[in-house]
């Protein structure tokens, strides 16, 4: 799969593509993220890519030039066809079903943006989608497209190494269940034991007990209450 980032701040991103995970798939040849700086694509001496919007407001946007001309020289390199998206807070809300879809593509573009925000006329004339990763404003979309670029990359065959990691992840299969609780050694932690029941060797009752425990813990993260309470185990008598 091929991912471009097109961005104002391509340094950004050094440490992040060459990190375990994700560094290990480029250099398998499972993705190859390239990186294209829209400032690149700005006229004049000043190399403007912003200015301020119509009607007044606050801040900067985007300008459409720019952005448009980098986006297509982007996408005018190789075939085929990719799918474009812009990283903006009133986007589509990124979740695990668009993000399996994403995995699924051959090219994908993701255009981040700066400052207040982009020209309405950039999504318009690339015919992109608009994508947010949650109801919170970031200052650019460069932390967005990471986190884009992560959650896709690990679904791809041959990058987790583990084939059914992402199968059982939170989110993924038909219900869409959160993960309950787990454990590793010792068995016991400063009071708290593991459950008896993970230490039985009877796999029937233990799928049985996690997949209760999933939707225990999807039902309380669902609640409208914003306190995620744990279910961890009670402390054994001292
Ligand atoms: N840019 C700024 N905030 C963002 C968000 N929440 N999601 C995607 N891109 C953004």
Known sequence: MRIDIVTLFPEMFASFLDGSLL????????????????RDFAEGVHRQVDDRPFGGGPGMLLMPGPVVSCVEAVRSAGSPEARTMLLTPGGRPLDQPLVEELAGLERLVLVCGRYEGFDARIAQTLAAEEVSIGDYVLSGGEVAAMVIVDAVARLLPGVLGHEESAAQDSFSGADRLVEGPQYTRPREFRGLPVPEILLSGDHGRIATWRHDQAVAATVRRNQPSPIHSSSQPQRSPS
């Open 23 to 38: 560094g290990a798939a480029r250099r398998a040849g499972t993705i190859d993220v390239r990186l294209t700086d829209i």
